[in-house]
């Protein structure tokens, strides 16, 4: 099976700008959940959807972050304005069943962002 | 709020068996416990899952005691390439809630 698309791989905006992320999850999986990985540590959750609702957002910086998800199946993630702070990897994952669940988390392979 | 408590960093050699053990004393009746390892520059990648006793697959070993209030993740023989991040997982449940934090995880470095 195709795994978990991300994209961009890399990007580069100085602070104050915008950028977004985009996640195409494993086809069929019901749960989408976004991660942001600082260097040096663990992944940290930001926000987990059910199909296309949100079930979790409680770690989301709402003032400068915001994530969709269109028809239960791609997903956007969205930083406006960007701060220096940001700098990190952004991770997709998908897992198949409904939460709680304990069927395996399946990640793409992130976007790195850099602000400047 | 990461659940689980693992060693920071191991070091090991070729050939030798690793095992890295995670500590989840409040782990909720109904976890699971997964194990993921993570590459530079790559998403974690699944490794094994496990509720009780033990669990083997082609890669590794999980072993669970009957308290489940701890694991032990069982790498046999390990190659260079095995240097990864090895990270374990239980569920978090507040309130309606069910997320799966990452801690900080285990750095093993295999040596030739």
């Known amino acids: 099976e195709a795994g978990v698309a991300q994209s961009p791989r890399y990007k580069i905006i100085e602070k104050r700008q915008s950028v977004a992320f985009w996640c195409n999850p494993i086809s069929g999986h019901a749960t989408l959940y976004w991660y942001q990985q600082i260097l040096g540590q663990g992944p940290k959750l930001l926000i987990q959807f059910q199909n296309n609702g949100v079930v979790d957002d409680s770690q989301l910086p709402k003032d400068r972050f915001s994530a969709e998800r269109l028809k239960g199946v791609d997903s956007t993630l969205k930083i406006q304005p960007a701060k220096l702070e940001d700098s990190a990897v952004y991770l997709c994952?998908?897992?198949?069943?409904?939460?709680?669940?304990?069927?395996?988390?399946?990640f793409g392979n992130g976007t790195r962002l850099t602000v400047t | 709020l990461a659940k689980t408590t693992q060693p920071i960093s191991m070091d090991s050699y070729e050939g030798q068996e690793v095992n890295i053990t995670c500590s989840h004393n409040?782990?909720?009746?109904?976890?699971?416990i997964t194990w993921y390892q993570q590459f530079p520059s790559q998403g974690p990648r699944f490794i094994i899952q496990g509720y009780k006793t033990k669990v083997t697959n082609e890669v590794a070993s999980l072993f669970i005691p009957a308290d489940r209030k701890s694991s032990t993740l069982s790498l046999p023989r390990v190659s260079l390439s095995d240097t990864a991040v090895y990270y374990c997982?239980?569920?978090?449940?507040?309130?309606?809630?069910?997320?799966?934090?990452f801690g900080s995880g285990t750095r093993l470095l295999v040596r030739p």
């Open positions: 994952a998908s897992s198949l069943g409904d939460i709680p669940d304990n069927s395996p988390l399946h």
């Open positions: 997982l239980v569920g978090d449940q507040r309130d309606s809630s069910y997320k799966l934090i």
């Open positions: 409040n782990i909720a009746t109904n976890d699971y």
